[in-house]
């Protein structure tokens, strides 16, 4: 099992920025990526960033590219997402999730993708 800790969420003005923070441990010996995915009232979860733990490959929904920035610490096995330029339609619950393995070769873009998700963190951007 793999539990990961979400932190970070706030309550910020239209403009402004945020960091989260997602810690795993437990069995985290096998690990391919970590994403951060978000869910709006009444919307589907849609994915937002990820991150390849080797290699440090990132991925981004065109909604954030260039205001968002995923990283990684491997050594604490924690990764990062820098909000910045935040917009009313950011937010939502930010769901940090962990995939074990490589399922496609066009990246880890689906919630199918992912074997563990956190509790999730609260975002919300007031206009």
């Known amino acids: 099992q793999v539990q990961l800790v979400e932190s970070g969420g706030g309550l910020v003005q239209a403009g402004g920025s945020l960091r989260l923070s997602c810690a795993a441990s437990?069995?985290?010996?096998?690990?391919?990526?970590l994403g951060w995915f978000r869910q709006a009232p009444g919307k589907e979860r849609e994915f937002v960033a990820a991150?390849?733990?080797?290699?440090?490959?990132?991925y981004y929904a065109d909604s954030v590219k260039d205001r968002f920035t995923i990283s990684r610490d491997n050594a604490k096995i924690t990764v990062y997402l820098q909000m910045n330029t935040l917009k009313p339609e950011d937010t939502g619950v930010y769901y940090c999730?962990?995939?074990?393995?490589?399922?496609?070769?066009?990246?880890?873009?689906?919630?199918?993708?992912?074997?563990?998700w956190g509790q999730g963190t609260q975002v919300t951007v007031s206009s």
């Open positions: 999730a962990f995939a074990t393995y490589s399922r496609s070769s066009s990246g880890p873009y689906r919630p199918d993708d992912y074997d563990y």
């Open positions: 437990g069995r985290t010996f096998s690990r391919y990526a």
């Open positions: 991150i390849r733990w080797s290699g440090g490959r990132t």
